[in-house]
């Protein structure tokens, strides 16, 4: 049996402290599948069609820019990759 003193001092402690790992690992997978997610969602350019056909190239053009990507002579699915870090796959279904 936990009585008072030892709930407040050590239980409670120890109980936020394991809610906070918890949550902090959470956050870390989340983010992973996030990335996997991104890289997943550009693979193939229909998988991207829907954000491909509300974005314009010059959207794409001035956000590459100001990430220091050059855009010249790239369409719009090829920006999309550089900009969302996706190119480093090595099999890519671009259809033209």
């Known amino acids: 049996m936990v009585n008072r003193r030892q709930f407040l001092t050590k239980e409670l402690f120890n109980f936020i402290k394991d809610a906070y790992d918890a949550f ?15 890289q997943e969602y550009f693979r193939s350019f229909e998988k991207c069609y829907p954000f491909l ?4 190239l010059e959207e794409l053009q001035c956000d590459a820019k100001t990430r220091g990507i050059d855009s010249s002579g790239k369409d719009k699915y090829e920006l999309a990759r550089l900009i969302f870090n996706c190119d480093n796959e090595k099999e890519v279904e671009h259809k033209n």
């Open 53 to 56: 056909a509300e974005v314009s």
């Open 24 to 38: 902090n690992e959470e956050s870390a997978t989340d983010r992973e599948k996030e990335e996997e997610n991104n």
